[in-house]
């Protein structure tokens, strides 16, 4: 059967572990779903990143193909340059204009990204990106101020990276509230035929106190006041998606998936400070503790290496005619990236400990490569270190997030739950991953998947 409309519940950073484990009990609208439907992990992104991954869904494309690897880049192989991922940055084709062009109409709330609010067959609200209310966060404009009209106090993000864990609970559940109210009212407004919302703050949840939670995280405390404030809020959104499941009605596919999980940080690796000990990155002077790499007294000239930091790290190669002032010859290139990735793989942790190191070249790993690609792509110990950008530090090794508190690590997989109407339960799936959600969209409305797409319907 065909669905009359399809619901896409996105939960960024919902965590397979968490979902379909240990708080399965505890949410029955999830449950339900499940048991009616076909559910498994779903493989993410490389690298596993808000975004590009949620584009990578919409357009079954790899990160290299949409020329976005994370939400920062290079600008023109500038050493100091940057900028960063917005909704104006892709021009892939995505669900929204192949249902378009069937004549269906989309409706996207918090989509990441969805700013600026560019034009699509429906309707959009803008996503954590955008940058406050007094900005046309909509398409069309006037969809703000009728949103606003029913959600006051609506809000796109919480700063999350904060020691006032209390203060930041509040804002957290007042934000989620806010932007549940809006998709109602929306859903009953406005047209559509897909309806695609992301909430943001099952990321900020986890990043803000999975120490609190998980017994397998070096600084967790048994008994203390935050211990099940990450299942309390599983519970809480878990009624929120009924509410949305009800209003949706019978005739109504409902997807719920996320982009990405997440699990414990061990710690923080000053990826930047290593290259500089061992000659890749060479300073003029020794920086303060914390200081960003392109703040820094780098003499690039004799730099043949350095890196950006984050969940995974890009590393970058100083190479002559591509690089301002670059040193390594463009005949000695393999041979140098292939000596930077050995020694990266080799590094250990703070006990001696081999860690497993992931080093993988964008060029071999996608399609294509558009933008300004790293040289490098790194998961330090598989993603549970992450990667400082920062230098300055007494040690290579840091126990807390050099850009502010921060708990966990984003995890390779996600969740994937499809219910149709009148189908049977399909039951648990393996092999799923973030390429199969746009084609599956397509699927459920009879429309034929693009050969350009990457992935498969889950149908």
Known sequence: MTPKRVLVMGLDCMTPELAFDRYLDVMPNLGQLMRDGTWGDLASSDPPITVPAWMVMATSQDPGSLGAYGFRHRRDHSYTEAWTANAASFDTPAVWDYLGAAGLRTGLVGFPPSYPARAIPGWRVGCFLTPGLDKVFTYPAELGAQLLRAVPDYRFDVTFRTESRTDLLRDLYAMTDAHFRGVEHLM?????????????????????????????????????????????YYVYVDGLLGRLVERAGPDTAVLVVSDHGAKAMKGVFSLNQWLAERGYLVLGSRPKPGTSIDKCDVDWAKTTAWAWGGYYARVFLNVQGREPQGLIRPEDYETKLGEVAEAIRGIVDHTGRPMDNRVYRPREIYRTCRGDAPDLMVYLDNLYWRAAGTLGWDSLYLFENDTGPDDAVHSERGCFVLRCPDALGGGRRQGLSLYDVGPTILDLFGLPIPKEMQGKTCR
């Not at 986890?206 to 935050?226: A, I, M, V």
């Open 188 to 232: 009953a407004e406005m047209a559509w035929d897909l309806l695609w919302f992301v909430e943001i703050g099952m990321d900020r949840v986890h990043h803000s106190f999975w120490k609190y939670s998980d017994p397998g995280h070096f600084l967790y405390q048994p008994g203390n006041e935050f211990e099940q404030v990450i299942r309390d």
